[in-house]
């Protein structure tokens, strides 16, 4: 099982990006997906997570500015970023549980990282 994430880039203040992450390989399937970030010099942080029911949960810090969705069928989960602000820049990364088809065990499963910069 992997998990490729993409859509990361340099964007100035008050922009937006739209974050991708897509689980693939032997998958049963997957339970809460989320999104985390990573500053220089800071500890890694959830920014939002999203269950399999579609229920949502966001960081105090980008509530209403970011959204998180995920599509079941394509086995993907999207991070919508508006209103973007310096202290955004980071890298976000996303996670995944999932119960892989080949031994039927449940673990998270993170991405390898996308580079989100907000800079003028």
């Known amino acids: 099982v992997q998990l490729q994430a993409y859509g990361g880039g340099l964007v100035q203040p008050g922009g937006s990006l739209r974050l991708s992450c897509a689980a693939s390989?032997?998958?049963?399937?997957?339970?809460?997906m989320g999104w985390y970030r990573q500053a220089p010099g800071k500890q890694r942080e959830l920014v939002a997570y999203i269950t399999s029911g579609g229920a949502t949960n966001y960081a105090d810090s980008v509530e209403g500015r970011f959204t998180i969705s995920r599509d079941n069928d394509k086995n993907t989960v999207y991070l919508q970023l508006s209103s973007l602000k310096p202290e955004d820049t980071a890298v976000y990364y996303c996670n995944a549980r999932i119960t892989d088809s080949r031994w039927w065990t449940l673990r998270t499963y993170w991405g390898q990282g996308t580079q989100v910069t907000v800079s003028s």
């Open positions: 390989g032997s998958i049963a399937s997957i339970n809460d």
